[in-house]
């Protein structure tokens, strides 16, 4: 599986070519450490970037991952402040390896999405995800790419720390590879190909529901 997305736009996607220090790109998924929330809905950023590498390392505000694809530098940043304080480490692994907003993508969840919809944005609100608004104040604003992966909201009014913080159902479970391996090539694309392009490719519109024909009056038979 990884082999396959390392090398999915290019045989030599991934290699040992020179890289322009210029094309650096920071690629970040949102969780919480620990085995406690490994398998949470909220730890769906962490497990994407897992797809993409097995060789991670301690590094300050996270564990982080570096790859090349296309002659460009990936950074993978599983960040180790917990979901409130993201922007600490996103902030940090920008300023010191100077990568500019542009290359940053934020890979997050998303419970306003029906479960496994991705989505893919240049900007955008923090719609509530502590994560985001860590971001958004610690970088100086919301300008930046962000994946959003849908979880859904199968829950009770004031349940939602309690599902997002739960671990997948059977049902998900089932689901989770096709939404990671997707999430993943469109991480990939975000760098190779630029953002407008893997919209284009990836985003998945709305379902639009079906409308249901009213039935036919019968004809009042005359007397």
């Not at 809905?41 to 797809?51: I, Y």
């Not at 990568?99 to 944005?121: C, N, S, T, Y």
Request: proline fraction near 4%; include cysteine; charged fraction near 30%.
């Amino acid at each position: 599986m990884l082999s396959f997305l390392r090398n999915l736009f290019s045989p030599s996607s991934v290699s040992s070519e020179a890289t322009d220090p210029a094309m650096k790109f920071l690629l970040v998924g949102l969780g919480n450490p620990g085995p406690k929330y490994e398998n949470t809905r909220h730890n769906v950023g962490f497990r994407v970037l897992e797809q993409l590498s097995e060789d991670w390392s301690s590094c300050s505000h996270g564990h982080m991952a570096r790859i090349k694809h296309r002659g460009k530098q990936l950074l993978l940043l599983k960040p180790d402040t917990f979901m409130n304080l993201s922007g600490k480490a996103v902030r940090y692994w920008m300023q010191k390896e100077n990568i500019p907003k542009e290359r940053v993508l934020v890979i997050v969840d998303d419970l306003h999405l029906d479960f496994a919809q991705l989505r893919l944005r240049g900007k955008g609100s923090d719609a509530g995800h502590n994560g985001l608004k860590s971001i958004d104040q610690l970088t100086g604003g919301n300008n930046y790419a962000r994946l959003r992966c849908g979880i859904g909201r199968d829950f009770h009014p004031g349940q939602q720390a309690d599902y997002v913080l739960g671990e997948w159902n059977s049902k998900e479970r089932e689901g989770l590879p096709e939404l990671l391996k997707t999430a993943a090539e469109m991480s990939l694309s975000f760098c190779a190909h630029g953002l407008q392009n893997t919209m284009n490719k990836f985003n998945q519109g709305k379902k639009k529901k079906k409308k249901e024909k009213a039935p036919e009056k019968e004809e009042k038979k005359k007397e």
